[in-house]
């Protein structure tokens, strides 16, 4: 059965402090690692899709890596506007569903 | 539509009612999925439909939830006999093809069952 498990639950930052939210997943085979974006009362907004180990993706301060076991959200020099729950969740090669893990609830303080 | 809508945005019922949460996903997505996200919780798969079929419904709790597409087009989840454990909000995600592509979510539905 496929895992994802993230971390830090909450994060708390200033703005401007550089940090990374981690993933880890155990999956028979990776379909795609994928990383949302949830601001409270709304619905998931799509990110990231990572494919193999050792790709990397970039949008504005967001930076997504992955590896074998794990993949990391490094956030440079963060602004309030940040200030969201990330998501992340994979994609298995025998379905289409996604399993989610619980999030880290990002706090950037001005 | 640009993306996935989802109705109502609220709805509150009573325990033991029916109820029925509607999707339109972005038009020309094949692909639809149900899930469930619990107060502070992440989200749970429910069903996934490729056009008008559901090749996967493993996620249903119980035989109360069931749920159809028509059209290849909006999708409608029905919860009958609701019981207070059934809160939570429900989103609908479409998807272009299916397999490795991103899926795009709605606003969600909002549930409280009294």
């Known amino acids: 059965e496929d895992q994802v498990t993230q971390s830090p639950e909450a994060l708390r930052l200033q703005e401007g402090e550089s940090s990374s939210l981690n993933c880890s997943y155990t999956?028979?085979?990776?379909?795609?690692l994928f990383w949302y974006r949830q601001d409270p009362g709304k619905g998931p907004e799509f990110l990231f899709t990572l494919y193999s180990a050792g790709e990397e993706k970039e949008k504005e301060r967001l930076k997504a890596t992955l590896t074998k076991k794990e993949s990391f959200l490094h956030i440079t020099a963060p602004k309030p506007e940040d200030s969201a729950t990330y998501l992340c969740?994979?994609?298995?090669?025998?379905?289409?569903?996604?399993?989610f893990g619980e999030g880290t609830q990002l706090t950037v303080n001005p | 539509g640009a993306g996935v809508s989802q109705s109502p945005s609220n709805k509150v019922t009573e325990k033991g009612k029916d109820v029925e949460l509607r999707c339109d996903p972005i038009s020309g997505h094949t692909a639809l999925y149900w899930y469930r996200q619990r107060l502070g919780q992440g989200l749970e798969f429910l069903i996934y439909f490729q056009g008008n079929s559901a090749p996967d419904k493993s996620g249903l709790p119980s035989d109360r939830f069931s749920a159809e597409r028509t059209g290849e087009s909006v999708s409608t989840l029905t919860i009958q006999r609701t019981q207070q454990e059934d809160s939570a909000v429900y989103l609908c995600?479409?998807?272009?093809?299916?397999?490795?592509?991103?899926?795009?979510f709605g606003p969600g539905t909002r549930l409280t069952v009294l």
């Open positions: 995600a479409s998807q272009a093809g299916g397999g490795g592509n991103e899926q795009f």
């Open positions: 969740a994979v994609g298995e090669t025998s379905g289409s569903r996604l399993t």
């Open positions: 999956v028979s085979g990776l379909r795609g």
